[in-house]
C-alpha cells in the first residue's frame, strides 16, 4: 500500500517521539508498504494552515493518507487516517462558532480519526460526533490502515 | 535562528534533490540549528494539478520561522520576509523544455499558455522578494537570468553522504549507478556494449523509474545477446555495495538528458577515481566532465559511447589519469557543507 505520512505540527515528535514522521515511515517500509514522508508542521490557529493544506495536492498520491496532529484534518484525501494529539484541545479553545465548525466537520470527515490518549479521545467526542479510537503505537496504526484494505 | 527548508517533490520519487535536501536538514541539525523540513507534494498532471500546487505553497504561514530556504518550484511561493532561496529545480516544463517543445503540453493548449505566464511571472516575483537568490549550478543559473532575468550567485552542492570512497585498480567493468530512467538513459549504453571490440563488462545499478524501463533493459539485453557482459542489479544499492563497484571499475557511465547540475553519480564516481563517460547534451554533467581530460564526452549515439569504453578498456593508465582528473577537478570546487551553510544562514 503506498501511504503518505503528512507530520502538521511543528513539536508533535517531541510529545510523541513513537510517532515520530520518518520513524513511522520507516516502520511502514519495514512492513513492506511504499510509505513517504510530506511533512508540512505548522503552529498556530488550525483555520491558518486550513487553506494551504485543503489546496495541496495529497488526494492524487497514496492508497491512504496517514495524518499525524489534528491539522492533517484538512487535507483532502479519500482515505485519510488522522491521529490527534493533545494540541488539539487549545485548538478548540476559545474558538468562535464558524471556526469551531470548520475543525469539528474536518475532522469527522477523516475516514478514521484516532486519538493519542484516553483524554484527547475524550475530548474529541464532546467537539465531534465520531467516536474516537485510542492507538498508543505504530503497530496499531498499521493494524488500522491495513484494516481498510 | 528557526529555519525551515521547503521542497516540492512528486510523492514517492526519489532522487538525488531529495538526497540532498534531507543531508541539507541533517548537517543545519549538525550545527544545533533549529530546523523544520517542510515538504511540499506536487502535482503537475495538468496545468489546473500546477495551479492548485501553487496556490497550496502560497498558502501556507510560518510565522514562527527566521529564515526560509526554498528549493524546488513551487517552494518560493511561501510568502515569508527571509527568505534565501537555493534553486534546484524551476519547472522546466515551463521554461526550457516549453521551448524545446518537450513540455508534454502542446503550445497551443490555452490552458499550459495561461499557465505558463503564471509560472514566469510567479517565479520572477516570488524570487525578486528573496534576500539572495542562489543557483546550484552553470545551467541553472543562466536558465534563471535568460527567463527572469533573475541574477543569482552559484552555490554548488556538496556530497549527500559522508562515506569515504576508495580507488582500485580499473578493472574491466563500466558502471552505470543510480536511478534507472529514460532520462538517465542506461539503455544508451547496453546499446554501446553490443558495438565494443573488446570483452569490456557493463553495471548498471538502481531502481528502475518507471518499473517498465527496467523491463525494456533487460529485453534490449536479451536482444542484443549481451547478458554476458551486461549485469543489471534492478534494485536500490547500498552505500557500500555501490562504494566497492566504484572502487574497481574502470570507468562510470552516465547520460542524462539535459540535465541541470553535474550529478551525484559523477561527483562519487570522481571520489573514487574514475573517470566518467557522459554525452554531448547531458548538459550540467558536462560542466565537470570534460573531453579526454576527466572523462568523454560522447555523442549519444551506440557507437561513439562503445568508442570511449574501448579507448578505456584498452587503456587502464589513461584510465586512471582522467580518473586522477576528476578528483582534482571536484576538489577544487570546495564542496563542503560548512561553506554552504554559511552562505545560506548569512
Given at each position: 500500500?503506498?501511504?503518505?505520512?503528512?507530520?502538521?505540527?511543528?513539536?508533535?515528535?517531541?510529545?510523541?517521539?513513537?510517532?515520530?514522521?520518518?520513524?513511522?515511515?520507516?516502520?511502514?517500509?519495514?512492513?513492506?508498504?511504499?510509505?513517504?514522508?510530506?511533512?508540512?508542521?505548522?503552529?498556530?490557529?488550525?483555520?491558518?494552515?486550513?487553506?494551504?493544506?485543503g489546496l495541496l495536492p495529497y488526494a492524487t498520491y497514496?492508497?491512504?493518507?496517514?495524518?499525524?496532529?489534528?491539522?492533517?484534518?484538512?487535507?483532502?484525501?479519500?482515505?485519510?487516517?488522522?491521529?490527534?494529539?493533545?494540541?488539539?484541545?487549545?485548538?478548540?479553545?476559545?474558538?468562535g462558532a464558524e471556526d469551531h465548525s470548520l475543525l469539528s466537520d474536518s475532522l469527522e470527515g477523516c475516514t478514521e480519526l484516532v486519538a493519542t490518549s484516553e483524554s484527547v479521545a475524550?475530548?474529541?467526542?464532546?467537539?465531534?460526533?465520531?467516536?474516537?479510537?485510542?492507538?498508543?503505537?505504530?503497530?496499531?496504526?498499521l493494524a488500522r490502515l491495513e484494516q481498510r484494505r | 535562528m528557526r529555519v525551515a527548508v521547503i521542497s516540492a517533490s512528486v510523492p514517492f520519487v526519489r532522487g538525488g534533490a531529495e538526497m540532498l535536501e534531507?543531508?541539507?536538514?541533517?548537517?543545519?541539525?549538525?550545527?544545533?540549528?533549529?530546523?523544520?523540513?517542510?515538504r511540499l507534494p506536487f502535482d503537475w498532471s495538468t496545468p489546473a494539478a500546477v495551479q492548485r500546487s501553487m496556490a497550496g505553497a502560497a498558502a501556507v504561514r510560518l510565522p514562527n520561522v527566521d529564515r526560509v530556504l526554498p528549493l524546488k518550484f513551487p517552494a518560493w511561493l511561501v510568502p515569508h520576509d527571509e527568505k534565501v532561496a537555493?534553486?534546484?529545480?524551476?519547472?522546466?516544463?515551463?521554461?526550457?523544455?516549453?521551448?524545446?517543445?518537450?513540455?508534454?503540453?502542446?503550445?497551443d493548449d490555452r490552458s499550459a499558455l495561461h499557465l505558463r505566464r503564471l509560472v514566469v511571472q510567479s517565479d520572477t516575483a516570488t524570487l525578486s522578494q528573496c534576500i539572495r537568490v542562489h543557483t546550484y549550478s552553470p545551467t541553472t543559473r543562466d536558465r534563471l537570468r535568460r527567463f527572469n532575468g533573475i541574477d543569482s550567485s552559484l552555490l554548488y552542492t556538496p556530497m549527500a553522504t559522508d562515506s569515504v570512497f576508495r580507488s582500485g585498480a580499473h578493472g574491466d567493468e563500466i558502471v552505470a549507478l543510480g536511478r534507472?530512467?529514460?532520462?538517465?538513459?542506461?539503455?544508451?549504453?547496453?546499446?554501446?556494449?553490443?558495438?565494443?571490440?573488446?570483452?569490456?563488462?557493463?553495471?548498471?545499478?538502481?531502481?528502475?523509474?518507471?518499473p517498465e524501463y527496467g523491463v525494456q533493459?533487460?529485453?534490449?539485453?536479451?536482444?542484443?545477446?549481451?547478458?554476458?557482459?551486461?549485469?543489471?542489479?534492478?534494485?536500490?544499492?547500498?552505500?557500500?555495495e555501490k562504494i566497492s563497484l566504484l572502487e574497481t571499475a574502470l570507468a562510470s557511465v552516465y547520460q542524462p538528458i539535459d540535465e541541470d547540475n553535474f550529478g551525484y553519480v559523477t561527483a562519487e564516481s570522481f571520489l573514487a577515481r574514475r573517470p566518467v563517460i557522459t554525452a554531448t547534451d547531458s548538459g550540467g554533467v558536462c560542466w565537470i566532465v570534460k573531453d579526454g581530460l576527466t572523462g568523454y564526452v560522447a555523442d549519444p549515439q551506440p557507437r561513439a559511447v562503445a568508442a570511449a569504453f574501448d579507448a578505456l578498456f584498452n587503456d587502464r593508465r589513461r584510465a586512471a589519469e582522467l580518473g586522477d582528473a576528476g578528483f582534482d577537478r571536484l576538489s577544487g570546487l570546495e564542496l563542503n557543507w560548512d561553506h554552504t551553510i554559511r552562505t545560506l544562514l548569512a
Open positions: 500500500m503506498e501511504i503518505l505520512v503528512v507530520n502538521t505540527s511543528l513539536d508533535w515528535a517531541a510529545r510523541n517521539p513513537q510517532f515520530e514522521d520518518r520513524r513511522v515511515t520507516r516502520f511502514l517500509t519495514d512492513h513492506g508498504h511504499h510509505a513517504h514522508d510530506v511533512p508540512i508542521p505548522m503552529v498556530g490557529a488550525a483555520s491558518s494552515s486550513a487553506l494551504a493544506l497514496g492508497d491512504a493518507l496517514l495524518g499525524l496532529g489534528h491539522r492533517a484534518a484538512f487535507a483532502i484525501h479519500p482515505h485519510k487516517l488522522v491521529i490527534v494529539d493533545e494540541e488539539v484541545i487549545d485548538a478548540f479553545v476559545g474558538l475524550a475530548f474529541l467526542e464532546q467537539h465531534t460526533s465520531t467516536a474516537v479510537d485510542v492507538i498508543v503505537d505504530a503497530t496499531g496504526l | 534531507e543531508e541539507l536538514v541533517r548537517q543545519l541539525r549538525a550545527r544545533d540549528v533549529d530546523v523544520v523540513h517542510i537555493w534553486v534546484f529545480h524551476q519547472f522546466r516544463q515551463m521554461y526550457d523544455l516549453w521551448e524545446a517543445g518537450l513540455s508534454g503540453w502542446s503550445t534507472v530512467s529514460g532520462a538517465k538513459r542506461q539503455a544508451l549504453a547496453v546499446e554501446a556494449v553490443a558495438l565494443t571490440q573488446t570483452p569490456v563488462r557493463l553495471v548498471i545499478a538502481g531502481v528502475p523509474d518507471p533493459i533487460r529485453r534490449r539485453i536479451r536482444e542484443l545477446g549481451v547478458g554476458d557482459r551486461v549485469t543489471f542489479i534492478d534494485r536500490f544499492i547500498t552505500e557500500a
